[in-house]
């Protein structure tokens, strides 16, 4: 009804009683209310203190009815707590009352309660602030005030989103009849989260090339968290040697707007390794970086190609726009091969559209490979989700197939009109039968991810690769389980990841836990057809995000190749990497079969020793485990130590007392060490203790969630005993978590190794033998060869 003026009441409803003039404010006011935010932009990582402001609308709150501050469940804003006004990310609401009108009664609300879930609300915005209202209601007008990071009692405020996003946004829904009923309050709250100052130059090329071919560089300026500076520009100073010799000097300037990247042609005229070293001379606060290229006239390929095929965009669950995240991918992180990727279920066909035509104009062969894809997002009881790649430049057969079948898992976006859920091409095999048609055309990839893949199901011709690696973990068991079963799929490894850094950008602190992964491509050609030919070949290596290097083959086989052979196998191998490579493994169908631990070919040191933990508590989305403990070393004493393979600042180890080393991070199936020297190792003892937590779901983070199945360990293991056996582990269960005491050498490890093995001419039980090889370094960067398939005679 519309508003009504005074003479308009009094001549309707003649002489009554209501409050003086809330008629009129009343109707003034929005129904649901309004929110207000203290800031509108915020640095990534930065502390701060973020005030919402709820007024509250003109339908009042019930008495016991709710509002929720709600934010995307990818976000790794630091988990809120209620307990401790003191401490941090501290989490506070209190009611203010808003002015009564004259005769009007004040609201008889007594109390707020406040709690944060992670999952209380539903995706994408299922991250939580909950306002319970207690013992009264709430009138039009008054205030609830949300107070994130409250440092009112002296705590240090709140840590910020790690990651950059053009218009992170808080979406607050208020139930107003307290029937349990949310309506989303107009006008979300958006903050633009930029990233910081220059901490770290990154650069991206190919790691191996011809002598003569085009090999070109990036370099860009990233802040203490991983993101790509900002209007930042610099001067940086590019210095080459090759085979130890100077080879070139150059200063390139970084872009004063826009992302802080510069690209370079490299010198590529002679055979060699070429080492790279960037600086900024004009900020001391920046460390020089280190890259290397090896170019080798005996590679068969041009250069090697690096791809992430597994990409997503604000279209469903990814950060920023569709052109922000494909051209991250092209101009910032140098890739040369890029799958878009859209959750099915959520993509709108007119946001896939635009994606599929944009994707088009950004595809130059010999420059820059774009593929459409999507992700089938079945729950892992119907197979699992699958990527899958439009490997042949034509229309997608998507969100319906050329005979308007849908194509889709099901359909579940906020642009429904409806609220049911009605089951597309589910299960597994009704995708298959969308796609069997042109299995040439397309890759589809089992994946580990949220609903991981179940290897119940398997099909040869569609199925080509299968995802190792992401964002969401390092899952050597899946790479496993593909062989014993007989499988042949070729090893990738991709993103996956939520927060607009694809090729290796690295993860933030929750949800996704490692570098998004990057697949080695080798190909003769740059295009979609070559590339297309290559990736179902087989002919890839996956890589936790590095720009490291991989390859095995078998005389004139490749990685990824099947083929017959008569006697025994030889598999020579070559691994390229940057900071020393520590072991190098062979696995069959039966698990590993050979194995070179590089520390121990190079020396053992009597000083220096190495304390690895990782793995993750289970194989499905909150898998990762949170480690926290302490090493104590008796009757040795520490000389120094430092920290390896940690994702960011939040992970870290320090020293509690003089022989205590302290350490926390979380793992998600990779692995974090710790480097120490120390004196007296013979007379040592090694005392490791600690406890593993878990996803705390709904709750107080600050409770912890004890693992199970290990919610403790205590290891004690001789320095007698190390120097016996040069290594030592002990597995506490869960999916391949570990604790293992190392020595090291004191010698550089090499950053090139090349060699070869004898497979014994023996099948497995599906009639071939499946070879493939990992190799790690010392910060847990990892390359895996895609399987070279032999049938013995």
Request: net charge negative; proline share 5%.
């Amino acid at each position: 009804m519309k508003k009504m003026s005074p003479a308009e009441l009094k001549k309707k409803l003649g002489d009554y009683t209501a409050p003086k003039g809330l008629y009129a404010k009343t109707k003034d006011m929005t129904f649901l209310g309004s929110i207000a935010c203290n800031v509108d932009r915020l640095v990534a990582g930065e502390w701060s203190e973020i005030i919402l402001d709820y007024t509250v609308g003109s339908s009042g709150i019930a008495d016991g009815a709710w509002l929720k501050a709600t934010f995307k469940f990818y976000s790794d804003w630091a988990l809120f707590q209620t307990t401790d006004p003191t401490g941090a990310n501290y989490v506070s609401a209190e009611y203010q009352a808003g002015a009564c009108a004259p005769g009007q009664s004040p609201a008889t609300v007594q109390a707020l309660k406040v709690r944060f879930d992670q999952k209380g609300h539903e995706r994408p915005f299922q991250k939580a602030v909950i306002v319970d209202t207690v013992d009264g209601y709430v009138k039009p007008g008054d205030h609830i005030i949300i107070r994130l990071g409250d440092r009112r009692s002296g705590g240090p405020g709140t840590r910020v989103q790690t990651f950059v996003e053009e218009g992170f946004r808080f979406r607050c829904y208020v139930d107003p009849l307290g029937t349990s009923r949310f309506c989303d309050i107009p006008g979300d709250v958006v903050i633009d989260i930029v990233p910081g100052k220059p901490a770290q130059l990154i650069m991206a090329g190919s790691r191996i090339a011809q002598p003569g071919v085009r090999t070109p560089l990036r370099v860009r300026a990233e802040d203490e968290w991983g993101n790509t500076c900002w209007d930042e520009g610099g001067q940086v100073r590019l210095t080459g040697k090759l085979n130890g010799k100077r080879a070139f000097s150059k200063d390139v300037a970084l872009k004063d707007k826009g992302w802080a990247v510069a690209k370079i042609d490299l010198p590529t005229r002679n055979a060699g390794e070429l080492e790279i070293i960037a600086s900024m001379p004009d900020n001391a606060d920046v460390p020089d970086a280190k890259f290397y290229v090896t170019f080798d006239k005996l590679f068969n390929f041009p250069r090697n190609y690096y791809g992430d095929l597994h990409v997503h965009s604000d279209d469903t669950v990814g950060t920023n726009s569709t052109v922000y995240n494909l051209s991250y991918g092209r101009d910032i992180a140098g890739l040369d091969v890029l799958g878009y990727t859209a959750n099915d279920f959520q993509i709108t066909k007119k946001r896939w559209d635009e994606a599929v035509k944009l994707i088009h104009s950004l595809n130059k062969d010999g420059e820059f490979v774009c593929y459409p894809g999507t992700e089938w997002c079945g729950n892992s009881c119907a197979g699992g989700d699958h990527n899958v790649v439009f490997l042949h430049g034509k229309k997608p057969e998507f969100p319906f197939d050329k005979k308007g079948n849908v194509a889709r898992s099901f359909e579940w976006n906020e642009d429904m009109e409806g609220d049911t859920i009605m089951p597309g091409a589910w299960p597994l095999e009704e995708l298959w039968a969308t796609y069997a048609h042109d299995p040439e055309g397309h890759l589809l990839m089992p994946h580990v991810g949220g609903r991981r893949c179940i290897m119940d199901w398997h099909h040869p011709e569609l199925e080509r690769l299968v995802e190792i690696e992401s964002a969401w973990g390092h899952f050597p068991w899946l790479y496993e389980d593909v062989m014993s079963r007989g499988y042949k799929l070729g090893a990738a490894a991709n993103g996956d990841e939520h927060r607009g850094r694809c090729g290796g950008g690295v993860p933030g602190t929750a949800v996704f836990g490692t570098k998004g992964g990057v697949t080695g491509i080798l190909s003769p050609k740059l295009g979609r057809a070559a590339i297309g030919k290559a990736v179902r070949a087989r002919h890839t290596f996956a890589t936790t995000g590095e720009r490291v290097f991989g390859m095995t083959t078998s005389g004139k086989h490749l990685m990824g190749d099947a083929f017959k052979q008569k006697g025994a196998a030889k598999i020579d191998y070559r691994f390229l990497g940057y900071d020393g490579w520590d072991e190098i493994c062979a696995y069959d169908h039966t698990g590993m079969i050979w194995r070179r631990n590089l520390n121990q070919e190079k020396g053992f040191s009597e000083r220096k020793v190495r304390f690895r933990w990782g793995g993750a508590r289970i194989k499905d989305r909150y898998r990762w485990a949170n480690w926290n403990g302490t090493i104590t070393v008796i009757n040795g004493v520490i000389h120094n130590f430092s920290g390896k393979g940690f994702e960011h600042k939040e992970e870290s180890c320090w020293q509690v007392k003089g022989n205590v080393i302290g350490f926390h991070s979380d793992t998600y199936g990779d692995s974090d060490a710790i480097d120490i020297d120390l004196s007296n190792l013979g007379d040592c003892t090694f005392i490791i203790e600690g406890t593993i937590d878990g996803y705390v779901k709904v709750g107080n983070p600050l409770d912890g969630n004890p693992f199970v199945h290990c919610p403790d360990f205590s290891w004690e293991i001789s320095g007698v005993e190390l120097l016996e056996e040069g290594e030592v582990r002990v597995e506490l269960g869960g999916t391949e978590l570990f604790l293992a005491l190392e020595q090291l050498t004191d010698k550089p490890l090499p950053r090139d190794v090349q060699g070869s093995l004898e497979v014994d001419p023996v099948n497995g039980p599906h009639g071939h033998r499946p070879v493939y090889m990992l190799a790690r370094q010392a910060d847990d960067a990892k390359v895996w060869t895609s399987s070279l398939f032999i049938e013995f005679d």
